[in-house]
Structures are given as C-alpha cells and as structure tokens.
C-alpha cells in the first residue's frame, strides 16, 4: 500500500507541477511573438469616428479632415489622404436636398466631367441601415465641373458619387473626386460608413 500511495503522489505532484511551472524562455518568446501578431491585427483595423451630417450618422475614417463647405449648398466636406504616390486632391462633398434628382438624371451631368472617350462607368444600387443607395464609380481623364473645372486634366482620375434615400427625409448626395487610387481605397471606407454591403449589391444596367 505504501508503495502505491506513493506513486500516486508522484503523479500528483507532476500533474501541479506541470499546471503552475513557470514559462520556458522559448514559450515566453512564442507568447511575445502571439501578442504581436494580435496588436498587428488590431492596428490594421481602421479608427472610426461618428460624424452628424443632418439626420444620418456617418462613420469616417479619423484620417478624413473636416472643411468648411465651400458653397451653402454643400451640408459637408472633408479632405481625402492621398494614397501613396497620389499628389492631386481628393475631395468628399455630402449634399442634402429635396429637389436633386435621380440617379438617371444625374449620370449625364457626371459623365460631362471626363474627357471623351477614356470614361468608364459601373454603378450598383444596395440597402444599408441609413436607407437605399446607388453608388457610382467612373474612372477616365477628369476634367471637372462647369462649376469647378480642373487647371489641369488629371488622366488617371475618378470620381464615385453615392445617391442615399429614405421615406420620410431628404436625400444624401455624396460626391468624391480625385486621383483614382486614393478613391479607390476611400470607395472602401464610403461603403463603411454607412455599413454598406458590396457583396448583397447588384449592378444598375447603363
């Protein structure tokens, strides 16, 4: 009996002392190495901020500098960071208002803003918690507005405009235009702020 007592405080003790051992310095150096990886992961995640524009809530990047709108007619604007290599301006301009019009009515006018024959458009229409939206995306020679034109052509330009409806409150027009990377990248964020889903939209026929 003693003998059998005895071996089953040995594996007793080798059970806790297996449970309350101190980490190897190879374990410390894999725990170090996991806890890295998770602070990486966690940096990649995009720092959001609430901003009000009206009745909606929009959640925008920190990065996204908040200007004084240039006309009465703009509710918003905010300055785009240009993505690497991108020196042209990206600029988001948010208007709000009854009276201006659909996306069909619309597209002509924004088509007008690029150069002839380099322009390419897709358009796709989906529903969010803020209501139901078209966003378009038109990429070319961009040239401006009759109200804004460009000094200079930029080629490799774009432009995505998001038309935001709900029954009950005036419609959101949001307007983005400037070198096609840095729009590109600010599609993404565009979508998120008003928790858009890309993959439950579907392409509007031009």
């Not at 924004?110 to 380099?118: C, I, L, P, Q, V």
């Not at 961009?142 to 409806?165: N, Q, Y």
């Not at 990377?181 to 964020?189: H, I, R, Y």
Request: charged share 30%.
């Amino acid at each position: 009996m003693t003998l059998i007592r005895a071996a089953h405080l040995l594996c007793l003790a080798a059970v806790v002392g297996f449970v309350v051992s101190p980490l190897s310095a190879d374990d410390k150096k894999e725990t170090k190495k996991d806890d890295a990886k998770v602070e990486k992961k966690d940096d990649k995640k995009p720092k959001l901020r609430d901003v009000k524009i009206k009745d909606v809530v929009f959640k925008v990047p920190a990065g996204w500098k908040q200007e004084e709108p240039k006309s009465r007619m703009r509710a918003a604007q905010f300055a785009i960071p240009n993505a690497k290599g991108d020196t042209a301006k990206t600029e988001l301009a948010v208007f709000v208002m009854p009276g201006g019009g659909s996306f069909t009515q619309n597209l002509p006018r924004w088509t007008r803003e690029f150069k002839s024959g380099t322009l390419k458009v897709k358009a796709h229409t989906g529903k969010c918690p803020q209501g139901e939206y078209t966003i378009t995306e038109l990429t070319g020679t961009h040239v401006g507005s009759s109200f804004a034109p460009r000094k200079e052509p930029l080629e490799d330009g774009s432009m995505v405009t998001l038309i935001l409806t709900k029954e009950g409150r005036a419609p959101y027009y949001l307007k983005m235009a400037g070198p096609a990377k840095t729009v590109k990248e600010a599609t993404k964020a565009l979508r998120r702020a008003i928790d858009a889903d890309q993959k439950k939209e579907k392409p509007v026929e031009l």
